[in-house]
């Protein structure tokens, strides 16, 4: 088995005490930072979400700080998402972009204040991206990645346990919107958000000696409800089509082969830098385009790089992620499909590390 080497460049968490105690078994890294991706099995980790609830050390969803008079202004050049409606106590899902409508990141941004924003990233250097584009256009805003890391609690018993901790109040959060709470003193800004589809909240933890202190007063008033430690299962996220930064999408791709194109507000999203090359992908239309994919046979291995996907011996798209589903008893996947072979019920041939397998394109995914 391949070991990680530790080093200060691979960050540990503010939870990583409790990850280990409750015995990881596989990490991956993320941001330059350390995040779980196996404890029990995926299979089992995968059923105990489904049911119950769990800790996810989410530590390496970095935020980026936006603070300033100027913060709204170098919000809106980042994204085609139009945020002017977007008040106080929300958080938008946006695709952030670069000059050719390439997807450079798909946060989560948390509107603080009119002039304070965090950008909670996914697996890329958005922060140098961001500090570029305020100092070159001299923008009047501090940008700087704060001592913020995001605990996760997913599941269907998710409200009963941050109940327990945090009171009542904190089952009226609206989905994709946040408030503040307090735990032993310090305010914490709580979401209803995560990256699952069974429910569930983040708390941004201000300051990492708390991590370890809220960590275990999660898990205390969760010993009746089976609380366990857990993380982003890709069982799960393939089969609600979740996409990862990375795997399934690159700075390649436009929102609109992603499926994000309803995020893009081009014509209204006035000062984004990438808005004139989205406004032709938005004419034009886009020529291929992510979708589900459910595969023939036994279990596929990991998928650690794509995989082709032909039709009539041509090459007409790539799987970037696949599993099998127990729930659903097919193996599922996350591909980039040509538009001559993207319409539901296409036949389509797979290019496993195990040999060919048929395979059926999906407009919808399972969840």
């Not at 709470?181 to 914490?188: S, V």
Request: net charge negative.
């Amino acid at each position: 088995m391949v070991l990680l080497s530790p080093s200060r460049r691979l960050r540990r968490t503010p939870f990583s005490d409790g990850v280990e105690a409750a015995g990881v078994s596989a990490y991956t890294v993320y941001n330059h930072m350390l995040l779980p991706t196996v404890f029990r099995s995926v299979q089992e980790d995968y059923h105990h979400l489904k049911s119950a609830v769990q800790l996810w050390d989410v530590a390496c969803e970095r935020q980026v700080e936006l603070r300033g008079p100027d913060a709204c202004r170098l919000m809106q050049m980042l994204t085609p998402r139009d945020l002017r409606g977007m008040l106080p106590g929300q958080c938008y899902y946006m695709p952030i972009v670069d000059e050719t409508g390439g997807m450079l990141n798909d946060p989560v941004a948390v509107k603080l204040a009119e002039d304070r924003w965090w950008i909670s990233i996914a697996d890329s250097d958005l922060l140098y991206w961001v500090k570029g584009i305020a100092n070159g256009w001299r923008l009047d805003v501090l940008v700087d990645e704060p001592d913020v890391s995001p605990l996760a609690v997913q599941g269907p018993k998710a409200d009963d346990l941050m109940a327990a901790v945090f009171g009542d109040a904190v089952r009226d959060i609206r989905f994709f919107r946040f408030g503040m709470f307090q735990f032993q003193g310090r305010d914490m800004v709580v979401a209803r958000s995560g990256y699952s589809k069974q429910g569930g909240f983040e708390i941004y933890v201000e300051g990492g000696d708390i991590g370890m202190p809220l960590w275990h007063a999660l898990m205390e008033a969760g010993a009746g409800m089976d609380v366990r430690a857990g993380c982003p299962n890709a069982i799960e996220r393939i089969e609600s089509g979740l996409l990862s930064y990375g795997n399934d999408m690159t700075d390649d791709n436009t929102p609109h082969e992603c499926g994000l194109g309803r995020f893009c507000n081009t014509h209204t999203a006035i000062g984004c830098i990438g808005r004139d090359a989205l406004l032709r992908v938005a004419k034009e239309g886009p020529v291929q385009q992510i979708r589900a994919l459910a595969i023939d046979g036994p279990a596929v291995p990991g998928c650690d790089r794509w995989w082709p996907v032909r039709a009539n011996d041509k090459v007409v798209g790539r799987l970037s992620s696949a599993a099998w589903s127990p729930d659903f008893g097919v193996n599922v996947g996350i591909g980039m499909i040509r538009m001559t072979h993207w319409d539901d019920g296409t036949d389509v041939v797979v290019e496993t590390p195990d040999g060919p397998r048929a395979a059926v394109v999906q407009e919808n995914f399972w969840n």
